[in-house]
Nanobody
Framework: QVQVVESGGGLVQAGGSLRLSCVVS????????MGWFRQAPGKEREFVTE????????YYVDSVKGRFTISRANAKNTAYLQMNSLKPEDTAVYYC?????????????WGQGTQVTVSS
């Protein structure tokens, strides 16, 4: 079993910043593609961004481009999502996920989510 644990969510005012962390158990973290998703109240889960095992970022959803940055620290088994210039519409539960294959392969392991609330 691979465990994925997010942290760093909370309440922030519009224009502020948060950094989410995602710690993954096991010895294979450096080989995983890591992704961040979010689900706002009453809406479907949305793919936000991902980073491959080689450090290349494949995608940012248009609504977060220029504001969010994904990164990873393989020595710490940790992925990050830096969120700047936050907007009320960024309010959602944010989920971290990992997959063993790059490209269009589905994600294999999921965290429980961390709440991000942005007030106006």
């Amino acid at each position: 079993q691979v465990q994925v644990v997010e942290s760093g969510g909370g309440l922030v005012q519009a224009g502020g910043s948060l950094r989410l962390s995602c710690v993954v158990s096991g010895r294979s973290f450096s080989a995983y593609t890591m992704g961040w998703f979010r689900q706002a109240p009453g809406k479907e889960r949305e793919f936000v961004t991902e980073i491959k095992s080689d450090g290349k970022t494949n995608y940012y959803v248009d609504s977060v481009k220029g504001r969010f940055t994904i990164s990873r620290a393989n020595a710490k088994n940790t992925a990050y999502l830096q969120m700047n210039s936050l907007k009320p519409e960024d309010t959602a539960v944010y989920y971290c996920a990992a997959k063993t294959r790059a490209g269009i392969a589905p994600y294999d392991y999921w965290g429980q989510g961390t709440q991000v609330t942005v007030s106006s």
